[in-house]
T-cell receptor, first 112, second 113 residues
Framework: NAGVTQTPKFRILKIGQSMTLQCTQD?????MYWYRQDPGMGLKLIYY???????DKGEVPNGYNVSRSTTEDFPLRLELAAPSQTSVYFC???????????FGQGTRLTVV | KNQVEQSPQSLIILEGKNCTLQ??????????LRWYKQDTGRGPVSLTI?????NTKSNGRYTATLDADTKQSSLHITASQLSDSASYIC????????????FGKGTTLSVSS
């Protein structure tokens, strides 16, 4: 049982480049989330999904896009990368909003 | 403004000792409060989840308390081990959807031998 798997683990982007952070879970969870964690700060919600085909913005969605075509996958797309998007990105999933969320190992992204 | 404040910011204790971490929140409405452990370079791992009606919840050597009236929570670690060295994050959810979690900045615990 792999849980929540994120790829890649590390990435360096140049300003203006695009990339997709991959997230997949094998627990058949309805809810999936993308967070970013900046140094010394609490996690901030970027986007979330409560099921396939349903996504919604979180607290800090600007500069990002998501899709949820299957229950398992929830990719995060960065268009026109900016230095402000340098952060550690975590994908998480849960069976419901009331139950514990399981987190992936994170993707450390640097935009230069 | 919805906020979660944790104290202390960092803590160093000797192996085998107990410690208590604090969390104060101003989140309203309130659905549940969670404690997570985050090892360096890893994603957070859930320790406990408590709803409004729960005062105490344990997970092995970890015991969380909640006072919803004063909006305070604590995480007590008993007989600390080197593997307890991590960041401990308090998280408050204002709704049952879990889609608006408010994360504290965490307390960094270092356990030394």
């Amino acid at each position: 049982n792999a849980g929540v798997t994120q790829t890649p683990k590390f990435r360096i982007l140049k300003i203006g480049q695009s990339m997709t952070l991959q997230c997949t879970q094998d627990m058949n969870h309805n809810y999936m989330y993308w967070y970013r964690q900046d140094p010394g700060m609490g996690l901030k919600l970027i986007y979330y999904s409560v099921g396939a085909g349903i996504t919604d913005k979180g607290e800090v969605p600007n500069g990002y896009n998501v899709s949820r075509s299957t229950t398992e996958d929830f990719p995060l797309r960065l268009e026109l990368a900016a230095p402000s998007q340098t952060s550690v990105y975590f994908c998480a999933s849960s069976y419901s909003g009331l139950l514990e969320a399981f987190f992936g190992q994170g993707t450390r992204l640097t935009v230069v | 403004k919805n906020q979660v404040e944790q104290s202390p910011q960092s803590l160093i204790i000797l192996e085998g000792k107990n410690c208590t971490l604090q969390c104060n929140y101003t989140v309203s409405p309130f659905s549940n409060l969670r404690w997570y452990k985050q090892d360096t370079g890893r994603g957070p791992v859930s320790l406990t989840i408590m709803t409004f009606s729960e005062n105490t919840k344990s997970n092995g050597r970890y015991t969380a308390t909640l006072d919803a009236d004063t909006k305070q929570s604590s995480l007590h670690i008993t007989a600390s081990q080197l593997s307890d060295s991590a960041s401990y994050i308090c998280v408050v959810s204002p709704n049952q959807a879990g889609t608006a979690l408010i994360f504290g900045k965490g307390t960094t615990l270092s356990v030394s031998s």
